[in-house]
Every structure is written in structure tokens, then in C-alpha cells.
T-cell receptor
């Protein structure tokens, strides 16, 4: 069965600090997809990134970077030089489905990030 | 491009009453999802539709929850009768394809309080 664990419930940093959000997943499939979503106070989840299980290359997008390591079943998210606007709840999610299969995306419990000015 | 629309944004009802939520997905998106997000938890999938057919409702409490997507576009989720533990945010999402790799686009959610 698929499972996503975000051990950090809440993190508080001061603006311009770097912060890493941890995500550990469990799956028996060899093909799967990992996602990060951001949920600001408005409530709408916003897609940030998708990774498939065959692509372990790290990715950087502006101040955001993601480190995918199959050996430790982790997909960690780092924000460099954090800003107040980064304050939100961040969710890591896992999907095992292929085309035409039930897309049962499992979410972690989320990490609430607060960036103080 | 318009996002996923949901209404109402907030609803307060008493236990044993009924309630309905509405969702209009992004135009052209074949797959529609309803999630329940209890405070402090991640979203949990209740039901997903491919066009107007149900493809997974294994986590939907069918004794009190029902959902439909009659014309393959907008959808309604109903709870009857509501219980205290149904207090949560109900999120609707849509995706272009029916596939595990497809990112889902979420609406703002309906916050339900059952008293």
C-alpha cells in the first residue's frame, strides 16, 4: 500500500533563511509519481512539481529545489532565501497509477511553513 | 483559463441535516475528483469520475454520501444525513487525463461545519 510521511508538522523560519521540507514515501510499485503541492491560506492547492520514479535528477526552479532519492524513498523540497509569501502548508503526494488506472493520489499530512519578516 | 469553481465556500448545518456542494472543473478536463480534508490532515480522495462515469468510489461512505456528474462536466456531492465528523473542507479537483502522472487542479474548497 502507498503511504506518504511528512514528519515535520510545523516549521518556522525568518525571512531569507533556507528551509527543507521532508517527504518519505512507501510503495511496492516500480512506476510511480511524486508531487508537491502548496496550500496558501486561501485554501486552493497549487501544483509545484511532478517527478516520475525513473527520473532521479534533482530539479531547481528559481528559489525552489527538489531532491529525489530512491535509495532512501525520499523526495525533499528546499526553499532558498525564504520569503513571507512562502508561508503555506506544503503537501507531498504519491500516485501509483498508470494511464487508465484509478488515480488514487495519496497525500501526506502536510507541513505548515511560517516565514517571519 | 478559468480554474476549478466550487460553491458555496462556507456552509454551517446541524447534524442530521443534508447539504450539497457544487463543482465546475476546468473546461476540457475529463477527470474530476472530490476530496475530504479534515483539519490538520492531507486531502483524502472520496470519489473520482472519468467523464460522467465513476471510476473509483471505494473511500466514499455510501450510506450518507453521494455524488454525480450527469453530463460529464460539473458535479454535485451530497451528504445526507450529516454527522459531526463530516466537518471538513471538501475539495474538488480536475485533470486533463485519467492517469497517475497528470497533475490535478484544485478549487478553493467548501468549508463545512456540522454542529
Amino acid at each position: 500500500a502507498q503511504k506518504v510521511t511528512q514528519a515535520q508538522t510545523e516549521i518556522s523560519v525568518v525571512e531569507k533563511e533556507d528551509v527543507t521540507l521532508d517527504c518519505v514515501y512507501e510503495t511496492r510499485d516500480t512506476t510511480y509519481y511524486l508531487f508537491w503541492y502548496k496550500q496558501p491560506p486561501s485554501g486552493e492547492l497549487v501544483f509545484l512539481i511532478r517527478r516520475n520514479s525513473f527520473d532521479e535528477q534533482n530539479e531547481i526552479s528559481g528559489r525552489y529545489s527538489w531532491n529525489f532519492q530512491k535509495s532512501t524513498s525520499s523526495f525533499n523540497f528546499t526553499i532558498t532565501a525564504s520569503q513571507v509569501v512562502d508561508s503555506a502548508v506544503y503537501f507531498c503526494a504519491l500516485s501509483e497509477a498508470a494511464l487508465g488506472d484509478n488515480n488514487d493520489m495519496r497525500f501526506g499530512a502536510g507541513t505548515r511553513l511560517t516565514v517571519k519578516p | 483559463e478559468a480554474g476549478v469553481a466550487q460553491s458555496p465556500r462556507y456552509k454551517i448545518i446541524e447534524k442530521r441535516q443534508s447539504v450539497a456542494f457544487w463543482c465546475n472543473p476546468i473546461s476540457g478536463h475529463a477527470t474530476l475528483y472530490w476530496y475530504q480534508q479534515i483539519l490538520g490532515q492531507g486531502p483524502k480522495l472520496l470519489i473520482q469520475f472519468q467523464n460522467n462515469g465513476v471510476v473509483d468510489d471505494s473511500q466514499l461512505p455510501k450510506d450518507r454520501f453521494s455524488a454525480e456528474r450527469l453530463k460529464g462536466v460539473d458535479s454535485t456531492l451530497k451528504i445526507q444525513p450529516a454527522k459531526l465528523e463530516d466537518s471538513a473542507v471538501y475539495l474538488c479537483a480536475s485533470s486533463l487525463e485519467w492517469a497517475g502522472w497528470d497533475e490535478q487542479y484544485f478549487g478553493p474548497g467548501t468549508r463545512l461545519t456540522v454542529t
